[in-house]
């Protein structure tokens, strides 16, 4: 068995983001720019197809490199995590 790890994606749910966080979410991963819909696409039909008859037991990270960077965070980081009262 395998798995499509899909990174930030521009679909539909965007929508509930403020404009502020969308203005960023390219700058997540060293591509600088959102995957869509059709990159998670094609990773599922490469580990679908014959191509990767011998792949088993992966995780397809399809990020454009966010991993790399670390954590992330492209909406800003969430108020909870800020316990030292700022830098």
Known sequence: MNCVAPGTIETEGFTVYPPHA???F???NPMK???NAWDVAEASVYLAS???NFVT???LTVDGGMAQWGVVWPA???DYFDVGGGA
């Open 76 to 78: 800003g980081m969430p």
């Open 26 to 28: 390219h700058e997540a």
């Open 50 to 52: 014959d191509a990767a």
């Open 33 to 35: 720019r959102l995957g």
């Open 57 to 59: 037991g992966e995780v």
């Open 22 to 24: 969308l203005a960023r």
